[in-house]
Protein backbone atom coordinates (compact mmCIF):
# COMPACT_ATOMS: atom_id res chain seq x y z
CA UNK A 1 0.00 0.00 0.00
CA UNK A 2 2.64 2.10 0.87
CA UNK A 3 4.60 1.70 -2.56
CA UNK A 4 1.58 2.40 -4.61
CA UNK A 5 1.28 5.57 -2.87
CA UNK A 6 4.44 6.27 -3.17
CA UNK A 7 4.26 5.78 -6.95
CA UNK A 8 1.20 8.17 -7.20
CA UNK A 9 2.48 10.68 -5.63
CA UNK A 10 5.48 10.72 -7.64
CA UNK A 11 3.32 10.42 -10.73
CA UNK A 12 1.84 13.29 -9.70
CA UNK A 13 4.37 15.35 -9.68
CA UNK A 14 6.06 14.47 -12.73
CA UNK A 15 2.43 15.25 -14.45
CA UNK A 16 2.82 19.03 -13.16
CA UNK A 17 6.30 18.88 -12.91
CA UNK A 18 6.94 21.09 -16.81
CA UNK A 19 4.97 24.03 -15.47
CA UNK A 20 7.33 24.00 -12.69
CA UNK A 21 10.90 23.61 -13.83
CA UNK A 22 12.43 23.90 -17.45
CA UNK A 23 10.58 21.37 -19.43
CA UNK A 24 14.33 20.11 -21.46
CA UNK A 25 16.10 19.78 -17.97
CA UNK A 26 13.53 17.53 -16.81
CA UNK A 27 13.91 15.55 -20.41
CA UNK A 28 17.58 15.27 -20.02
CA UNK A 29 16.83 13.73 -16.43
CA UNK A 30 14.64 11.46 -17.82
CA UNK A 31 16.04 9.89 -20.27
CA UNK A 32 19.41 9.96 -18.31
CA UNK A 33 17.37 8.12 -15.27
CA UNK A 34 16.29 5.64 -17.84
CA UNK A 35 19.49 4.84 -18.95
CA UNK A 36 20.80 4.69 -15.59
CA UNK A 37 18.30 2.40 -14.59
CA UNK A 38 18.90 -0.07 -17.66
CA UNK A 39 22.50 -0.19 -16.23
CA UNK A 40 21.63 -0.77 -13.14
CA UNK A 41 19.86 -3.82 -13.71
CA UNK A 42 22.95 -4.85 -15.17
CA UNK A 43 25.42 -3.71 -12.53
CA UNK A 44 22.94 -3.67 -9.24
CA UNK A 45 21.24 -7.03 -10.15
CA UNK A 46 23.34 -9.05 -12.10
CA UNK A 47 26.80 -8.18 -10.59
CA UNK A 48 28.40 -7.17 -14.07
CA UNK A 49 30.04 -3.71 -14.60
CA UNK A 50 30.15 -2.78 -17.81
CA UNK A 51 32.66 0.02 -18.55
CA UNK A 52 31.62 0.53 -22.13
CA UNK A 53 27.77 1.06 -22.07
CA UNK A 54 27.24 4.38 -23.76
CA UNK A 55 27.98 2.29 -26.44
CA UNK A 56 24.24 1.60 -26.68
CA UNK A 57 23.05 4.81 -25.90
CA UNK A 58 25.12 6.81 -28.84
CA UNK A 59 23.76 3.89 -31.28
CA UNK A 60 20.30 4.13 -30.04
CA UNK A 61 20.78 7.74 -30.64
CA UNK A 62 22.76 7.60 -34.22
CA UNK A 63 20.47 5.37 -35.55
CA UNK A 64 17.13 7.11 -34.72
CA UNK A 65 18.67 10.15 -36.08
CA UNK A 66 19.66 9.23 -39.47
CA UNK A 67 15.71 7.22 -39.75
CA UNK A 68 14.29 10.93 -38.79
CA UNK A 69 16.66 12.83 -40.99
CA UNK A 70 16.53 10.45 -44.25
CA UNK A 71 13.37 8.13 -44.07
CA UNK A 72 10.55 10.36 -43.39
CA UNK A 73 9.35 7.69 -40.48
CA UNK A 74 7.43 9.36 -37.60
CA UNK A 75 8.73 9.63 -33.75
CA UNK A 76 7.55 6.55 -32.48
CA UNK A 77 9.03 4.24 -35.48
CA UNK A 78 12.30 6.20 -35.31
CA UNK A 79 12.64 5.19 -31.93
CA UNK A 80 12.13 1.96 -32.01
CA UNK A 81 14.40 1.41 -34.86
CA UNK A 82 17.23 2.87 -32.58
CA UNK A 83 16.11 0.36 -29.61
CA UNK A 84 16.48 -2.55 -31.78
CA UNK A 85 19.55 -1.66 -33.15
CA UNK A 86 21.20 -1.30 -29.65
CA UNK A 87 19.37 -4.37 -28.49
CA UNK A 88 21.18 -5.99 -31.77
CA UNK A 89 24.60 -4.46 -30.91
CA UNK A 90 24.10 -5.84 -27.22
CA UNK A 91 23.16 -9.33 -28.44
CA UNK A 92 26.38 -9.51 -30.42
CA UNK A 93 28.58 -7.48 -27.37
CA UNK A 94 27.18 -9.59 -24.83
CA UNK A 95 28.12 -12.77 -26.51
CA UNK A 96 31.71 -12.14 -26.60
CA UNK A 97 31.45 -10.86 -23.13
CA UNK A 98 29.61 -12.77 -20.65
CA UNK A 99 31.81 -15.46 -19.94
CA UNK A 100 34.10 -13.60 -19.20
CA UNK A 101 34.18 -12.15 -15.18
CA UNK A 102 35.31 -9.41 -12.41
CA UNK A 103 37.65 -7.06 -14.21
CA UNK A 104 38.28 -8.61 -17.39
CA UNK A 105 34.39 -8.84 -18.45
CA UNK A 106 34.56 -5.00 -17.71
CA UNK A 107 37.74 -4.42 -20.19
CA UNK A 108 35.96 -6.12 -22.13
CA UNK A 109 33.21 -4.13 -22.45
CA UNK A 110 35.02 -0.84 -22.79
CA UNK A 111 37.56 -2.00 -25.50
CA UNK A 112 34.45 -3.14 -27.90
CA UNK A 113 32.63 0.00 -27.19
CA UNK A 114 36.06 2.24 -28.20
CA UNK A 115 35.63 0.21 -31.26
CA UNK A 116 32.21 1.49 -31.87
CA UNK A 117 33.16 5.10 -30.49
CA UNK A 118 35.60 4.94 -33.77
CA UNK A 119 33.10 3.49 -36.25
CA UNK A 120 31.01 6.60 -35.42
CA UNK A 121 33.90 8.64 -35.47
CA UNK A 122 34.69 7.66 -38.92
CA UNK A 123 31.45 6.66 -40.37
CA UNK A 124 30.12 9.65 -42.76
CA UNK A 125 26.51 9.67 -42.18
CA UNK A 126 27.47 10.43 -38.56
CA UNK A 127 29.21 13.65 -39.32
CA UNK A 128 32.24 12.66 -37.31
CA UNK A 129 32.92 15.32 -34.54
CA UNK A 130 30.31 17.44 -35.88
CA UNK A 131 27.84 15.00 -35.02
CA UNK A 132 24.24 15.14 -36.84
CA UNK A 133 22.18 18.35 -36.06
CA UNK A 134 19.02 19.30 -36.72
CA UNK A 135 17.08 16.07 -35.95
CA UNK A 136 13.66 16.45 -36.27
CA UNK A 137 10.90 15.67 -33.80
CA UNK A 138 8.39 15.01 -35.94
CA UNK A 139 4.35 14.04 -35.52
CA UNK A 140 3.86 11.66 -32.75
CA UNK A 141 1.86 8.67 -35.00
CA UNK A 142 1.62 11.41 -37.52
CA UNK A 143 -0.85 13.89 -35.18
CA UNK A 144 0.81 14.96 -32.13
CA UNK A 145 3.39 17.72 -32.93
CA UNK A 146 6.51 17.30 -30.48
CA UNK A 147 8.18 20.50 -31.37
CA UNK A 148 6.14 21.85 -28.31
CA UNK A 149 8.07 20.89 -25.45
CA UNK A 150 5.46 20.45 -23.29
CA UNK A 151 4.06 17.63 -25.58
CA UNK A 152 7.64 16.27 -26.29
CA UNK A 153 7.89 16.07 -22.29
CA UNK A 154 4.89 13.70 -21.94
CA UNK A 155 6.14 11.90 -24.55
CA UNK A 156 9.53 10.93 -22.73
CA UNK A 157 7.33 10.71 -19.26
CA UNK A 158 5.42 7.71 -21.44
CA UNK A 159 8.86 6.13 -22.65
CA UNK A 160 10.39 6.58 -19.16
CA UNK A 161 7.59 5.15 -17.27
CA UNK A 162 7.17 2.05 -19.68
CA UNK A 163 11.23 1.59 -19.25
CA UNK A 164 10.85 1.85 -15.96
CA UNK A 165 8.15 -0.86 -15.86
CA UNK A 166 9.87 -2.99 -17.84
CA UNK A 167 13.03 -2.92 -15.45
CA UNK A 168 11.09 -3.19 -12.00
CA UNK A 169 9.10 -6.14 -13.64
CA UNK A 170 11.74 -7.41 -14.78
CA UNK A 171 13.62 -7.60 -11.05
CA UNK A 172 10.65 -9.17 -8.92
CA UNK A 173 10.33 -11.53 -11.76
CA UNK A 174 11.29 -15.42 -11.27
CA UNK A 175 13.72 -14.12 -14.33
CA UNK A 176 14.76 -11.52 -11.47
CA UNK A 177 14.88 -13.66 -8.93
CA UNK A 178 18.08 -16.08 -10.85
CA UNK A 179 20.09 -13.22 -11.78
CA UNK A 180 20.27 -12.05 -8.16
CA UNK A 181 20.95 -15.82 -7.38
CA UNK A 182 23.63 -15.38 -10.02
CA UNK A 183 24.64 -11.83 -8.38
CA UNK A 184 25.14 -13.56 -4.82
CA UNK A 185 26.73 -16.63 -5.82
CA UNK A 186 27.05 -17.74 -9.56
CA UNK A 187 28.28 -20.92 -8.92
CA UNK A 188 25.69 -21.95 -6.53
CA UNK A 189 23.02 -20.72 -9.34
CA UNK A 190 25.18 -22.72 -11.56
CA UNK A 191 24.78 -26.43 -9.32
CA UNK A 192 20.87 -25.70 -8.87
CA UNK A 193 21.19 -25.96 -13.21
CA UNK A 194 20.78 -22.99 -14.24
CA UNK A 195 22.65 -21.80 -17.61
CA UNK A 196 24.13 -18.61 -15.75
CA UNK A 197 25.81 -17.35 -18.62
CA UNK A 198 22.49 -17.33 -21.00
CA UNK A 199 20.52 -15.28 -17.80
CA UNK A 200 23.32 -13.04 -18.12
CA UNK A 201 23.39 -12.64 -21.77
CA UNK A 202 19.66 -12.01 -21.76
CA UNK A 203 19.74 -9.28 -19.28
CA UNK A 204 22.71 -7.63 -20.92
CA UNK A 205 20.42 -7.46 -23.99
CA UNK A 206 17.79 -5.44 -21.82
CA UNK A 207 20.03 -3.15 -20.94
CA UNK A 208 21.52 -2.69 -23.75
CA UNK A 209 18.25 -2.07 -25.47
CA UNK A 210 16.85 0.32 -22.64
CA UNK A 211 19.39 2.02 -22.86
CA UNK A 212 19.31 2.74 -26.61
CA UNK A 213 15.91 3.40 -25.97
CA UNK A 214 17.13 6.31 -23.61
CA UNK A 215 19.21 7.58 -26.17
CA UNK A 216 16.80 7.60 -28.65
CA UNK A 217 14.74 9.49 -26.93
CA UNK A 218 17.94 12.14 -25.79
CA UNK A 219 18.29 12.56 -29.77
CA UNK A 220 15.02 13.41 -30.48
CA UNK A 221 14.96 15.84 -27.07
CA UNK A 222 17.52 17.50 -28.15
CA UNK A 223 17.99 16.88 -32.11
CA UNK A 224 20.90 15.82 -31.94
CA UNK A 225 23.21 12.73 -31.81
CA UNK A 226 27.19 13.24 -31.10
CA UNK A 227 30.34 11.72 -29.96
CA UNK A 228 29.65 12.52 -26.52
CA UNK A 229 27.34 10.19 -26.23
CA UNK A 230 29.39 7.42 -27.28
CA UNK A 231 32.61 8.50 -25.43
CA UNK A 232 33.81 6.51 -22.56
CA UNK A 233 33.32 9.43 -20.26
CA UNK A 234 29.75 8.88 -20.53
CA UNK A 235 30.24 5.12 -19.28
CA UNK A 236 32.09 6.70 -16.33
CA UNK A 237 28.93 8.95 -15.45
CA UNK A 238 26.44 6.56 -15.62
CA UNK A 239 28.64 4.67 -13.21
CA UNK A 240 28.40 7.67 -11.03
CA UNK A 241 24.34 8.22 -11.07
CA UNK A 242 24.55 4.43 -9.96
CA UNK A 243 26.20 4.34 -7.43
CA UNK A 244 25.28 7.56 -5.93
CA UNK A 245 21.61 6.64 -6.15
CA UNK A 246 21.94 3.35 -4.79
CA UNK A 247 23.01 0.17 -6.72
CA UNK A 248 20.42 -2.43 -6.40
CA UNK A 249 17.54 -0.46 -5.76
CA UNK A 250 14.69 0.22 -7.54
CA UNK A 251 14.58 4.45 -7.36
CA UNK A 252 18.53 5.07 -6.52
CA UNK A 253 19.64 5.01 -10.50
CA UNK A 254 16.78 7.90 -10.51
CA UNK A 255 17.39 9.93 -8.09
CA UNK A 256 21.56 9.65 -8.83
CA UNK A 257 20.58 10.66 -12.62
CA UNK A 258 18.28 13.77 -11.14
CA UNK A 259 21.16 14.91 -8.72
CA UNK A 260 24.13 14.57 -11.66
CA UNK A 261 22.18 16.02 -14.09
CA UNK A 262 20.97 18.92 -11.24
CA UNK A 263 24.29 19.38 -10.44
CA UNK A 264 25.85 19.67 -13.85
CA UNK A 265 23.07 22.53 -14.69
CA UNK A 266 23.60 23.94 -11.83
CA UNK A 267 27.53 24.06 -11.78
CA UNK A 268 27.79 25.03 -15.68
CA UNK A 269 25.98 28.12 -15.24
CA UNK A 270 28.71 29.63 -12.91
CA UNK A 271 32.38 30.01 -12.39
CA UNK A 272 32.68 26.48 -10.93
CA UNK A 273 31.80 25.39 -15.03
CA UNK A 274 35.25 24.35 -15.79
CA UNK A 275 35.51 22.30 -12.83
CA UNK A 276 32.57 20.00 -12.95
CA UNK A 277 34.72 16.88 -14.06
CA UNK A 278 36.37 17.28 -10.60
CA UNK A 279 33.73 18.62 -8.43
CA UNK A 280 31.71 15.20 -9.40
CA UNK A 281 34.81 13.00 -8.79
CA UNK A 282 34.96 14.49 -5.38
CA UNK A 283 31.38 13.56 -4.54
CA UNK A 284 31.93 9.80 -5.68
CA UNK A 285 35.17 9.28 -3.89
CA UNK A 286 32.66 10.73 -0.57
CA UNK A 287 29.79 8.56 -1.99
CA UNK A 288 32.08 5.80 -1.98
CA UNK A 289 33.44 6.27 1.48
CA UNK A 290 30.88 7.78 3.33
CA UNK A 291 27.61 5.90 2.41
CA UNK A 292 28.37 3.04 0.18
CA UNK A 293 24.53 2.39 -0.23
CA UNK A 294 23.95 5.38 -1.70
CA UNK A 295 21.31 8.20 -1.25
CA UNK A 296 18.68 5.14 -1.15
CA UNK A 297 20.22 2.60 -0.04
CA UNK A 298 20.82 4.75 2.89
CA UNK A 299 17.73 5.70 3.45
CA UNK A 300 16.46 2.34 2.91
CA UNK A 301 18.82 1.26 6.45
CA UNK A 302 17.41 4.00 7.82
CA UNK A 303 14.19 3.34 7.41
CA UNK A 304 14.55 -0.26 8.47
CA UNK A 305 16.74 0.40 11.37
CA UNK A 306 14.13 2.85 12.88
CA UNK A 307 10.55 1.96 11.78
CA UNK A 308 10.59 -1.57 10.82
Known amino acids: ????????????????APFVMYPVLLMKILCFALFACAFNLLLGFVGLLSFGHAVF???????TGYLMMNTGLTPELGILGGTAAAALLGAIYGKLSVKREGIYFAMVTLALAQLMFFVFLQAPFTGGEDGMQGIPRGYLFGLIDLSDNLNMYYFV????????WLINRTVHSPFGQVLKAIRENEPRATSLGY?????????????AALSGLAGSTKTLVFQLASLTDVH?????EVVLMTLLGGMGTIFGPLVGAA??????????GGELGNYVHIIMGLIFIVCVLAFRG??????????KRNFS
Open 157 to 164: LAVFLFGF
Open 195 to 207: NVNDYKWVAFIIS
Open 57 to 63: LGTGGYV
Open 232 to 236: WHMSG
Open 294 to 303: GIVGEIQKIV
Open 259 to 268: AVVGLQNFLS
Open 1 to 16: MKISKLYIGLFGVALV
